[in-house]
């Protein structure tokens, strides 16, 4: 659309032109790649959509997407704290959800993720993860308008709000995938549907499963549809075929629409899985990273406040491409999780040695300066012992054995133990055994308390402290899962629930206990008492030290003493060293590791204490965190 002759914006262009200017020769370039001679016609198509989107955008948001556009590193800065929870469990409804702001603003969070909440199928959904409809929430939960004004109450306490966006597949009930089974030829064409298993067969040879125990293959035969039909997860997931243009069309048109509602932030769940190519595992192909670039200019033009998380737990040679590298260095997710971290906080206190981490860490080339990890200790989700082979000879042990050795030890089987954790998706032919299990049950807390052994429940609260520093700490939205600053423990309940009785992850999908919240502001000695004042402190100190903007990396350090992590940051207001202990020792550190950065004096920002480093040694406490700056 041109600007008549003499209009002001003839000679002054629209922020629509000025961004698509920006950024239309490099999502050209993601276009030609995936469609070849259909580039022209699909940016065509995007063009329209993002006008369309960013004329209806609401004024409010408008402001937010300039503010961000002066303050690109909002994600990174020491004050992020994210929160993580399923809005029913948390407070029954998002109207509940607005009711707890309190508690949320209270404990300094600035990105709240709130679990699946639109509309799933009936009956089994994988938690969710099976959308029939991405314009409706779940009627539990309220109604669109109910979602948009919780954004609105988010947005003006300073919270952004995060959701899943599952991008691989819908439900076999949504309404694409029913005209697709009805025989509309369009529809069919947003799908992997194959006459016979001639090629599924092929591609079987190398994908893995997902849900061996409940869903083994990657391919399932829809009777109506006449058609073997690609479903990676669940034989009710269908998977979309992101080689048609019409579903990245369709994806672009949605996600204008949720960021107008109030969405903040994209979790682009099962990202990895999106394009497949016979003869790989169909996992962490380019092309996934050029749909990732093409809908992230799409709502950079849009929605510039809008930002992406992608779900990719992979290996650590794939992660950083889902963060940008080459062409699209910093151009497709502004966040991903650091998976590895979270598996190597379990193994370091499994083992009581940091040396494995310390390789792990290493193997992780940098990330673009511009984005961020998403850092935690617990998820929704189970443990995967992402150990590999590689990292497991370096330091002389064997994976395979190492990985049996975490899931019998977090599961608590081995002696000694302190571990109240359950077996999830066991899988023989590859000895592959996950875990479930909520933070404070994995880190001792519910043996200690069934033990009554008040030095047990301190060492537990000690882990839990440990674990909440490490991610904190590291450099990222540190993200807290519900229940955790409180200790909630393993729920053991969740098999009463039909629906939850064959996925023990419920189990750490406790409901939050209020009452319990309640009670550890007047009563002081209380474990969650204790565990809520540690994080609130660390959260408190974070937020007060430049050093923790996420664009300055975590550095191993190798550590004078296996039981101690170190860990260094460069950051132009000064360098600041990390210390972990993952033992229940009194590990007497030989500093020098302090006295080459800071001289003979530092300050330890956890505990406010200046420490004079002319002895040679100093003791770390039991499972202490210890952050180091220059003395003042």
């Not at 650091?338 to 981490?357: C, G, I, P, S």
């Not at 189990?507 to 009670?519: K, S």
Request: charged share 25%.
């Amino acid at each position: 659309m041109r600007a008549k002759h003499g209009d002001d914006s003839a000679q002054f262009p629209t922020s629509l032109d000025l961004r698509w200017r920006r950024y239309a020769p490099s999502m050209r370039r993601s276009l030609e790649r995936l469609y070849g001679g259909r580039a022209d016609e699909v940016g065509q198509r995007l063009h329209d959509l993002v006008a369309t989107a960013l004329d209806e955008r609401p004024a409010d948001l408008r402001a937010l997407d300039e503010e961000r556009l002066l303050r690109p590193d909002w994600l990174q800065l020491p004050e992020m704290l994210g929160y993580v929870a399923y809005t029913e469990r948390f407070a029954g409804d998002f109207a509940g959800v607005g009711d707890r702001l309190d508690y949320l603003t209270g404990l300094g969070v600035k990105y709240l993720h709130l679990m699946p909440f639109l509309q799933p199928r009936e009956g089994a959904n994988d938690g969710g993860y099976a959308v029939q409809d991405y314009r409706a929430v779940r009627p539990d939960l309220g109604t669109v308008d109910d979602l948009e004004d919780l954004t609105a109450k988010l947005r003006a306490e300073g919270i952004s709000l995060v959701m899943d966006l599952v991008v691989n597949h819908v439900a076999k009930e949504h309404e694409w995938a029913r005209r697709a089974r009805a025989g509309e030829a369009r529809y069919r064409d947003y799908f992997l549907m194959f006459d016979d298993r001639t090629l599924p067969d092929l591609y079987e040879q190398h994908l893995p499963e997902v849900f061996p125990d409940f869903a083994p293959g990657n391919f399932t035969f829809d009777e109506q549809a006449d058609a073997w039909v690609w479903t990676t997860f669940n034989d009710y997931q269908w998977d979309l075929n992101w080689a048609n243009p019409d579903v990245l069309c369709e994806f672009v048109d949605l996600m204008c629409w949720l960021a107008n509602k109030g969405v903040e932030v994209f979790r682009l769940d099962a990202i990895a899985f999106t394009w497949k190519r016979m003869g790989t595992n169909c996992q962490n192909q380019p092309e996934v990273h050029d749909l990732t670039h093409v809908l992230r200019a799409c709502l950079r033009i849009a929605a510039p406040a809008v930002a992406f998380k992608a779900e990719a737990i992979v290996a650590p040679e794939d992660l950083l491409a889902y963060l940008g590298v080459g062409e699209h260095h910093g151009q497709v997710s502004d966040m991903a999780y650091h998976n590895m971290f979270m598996v190597q906080l379990w193994n370091a206190l499994a083992t009581r040695d940091v040396r494995m981490t310390e390789q792990a860490l290493r193997s992780v080339p940098p990330k673009p300066t511009s984005t961020t990890w998403g850092t935690y200790a617990r998820c929704h989700d189970d443990i995967g012992w992402a150990i590999s082979d590689r990292d497991a000879a370096a330091v002389g042990a064997d994976g395979y054995l190492h990985r049996k050795y975490l899931s019998d030890f977090y599961s608590g089987e081995s002696e000694g133990s302190f571990a109240r954790g359950l077996v999830f998706q066991a899988n023989p032919a590859t000895g592959d055994r996950r875990i479930s299990g909520s933070l404070a049950s994995l880190a001792g807390l519910e043996v200690a308390l069934e033990s009554g052994d008040e030095s047990e429940i301190e060492l537990a609260i000690r882990r839990i402290s440990l674990l909440h520093a490490a991610i904190a700490g590291f450099g990222g939205v540190p993200l807290l899962y519900m229940g955790d600053e409180l200790g909630l423990l393993n729920d053991d309940d969740y098999g009463r629930d039909p629906a939850h009785a064959m996925d023990n992850r419920w189990a750490h999908r406790p409901f939050m206990d209020w009452a319990l919240a309640e009670r550890v502001g007047t009563e002081p000695d209380l474990p969650a008492a204790r565990i809520n004042r540690a994080i609130r402190h660390i959260v408190d100190v974070r937020c007060q030290l430049p050093h923790l903007h996420a664009s300055t990396p975590s550095e191993v350090v190798t550590s004078p003493d296996a039981r101690v992590l170190v860990l260094e940051r460069r950051h132009p207001m000064g360098v600041m060293v990390e210390v972990y202990n993952f033992s229940p020792d009194v590990v007497p550190l030989a500093h020098e590791v302090l006295t080459e950065r800071f001289g003979g004096r530092a300050r330890e920002v956890l505990s406010g204490y200046e420490y004079n480093l002319s002895p040679n040694t100093i003791d770390v406490h039991p499972y202490q965190a210890a952050w180091f700056i220059a003395a003042q």
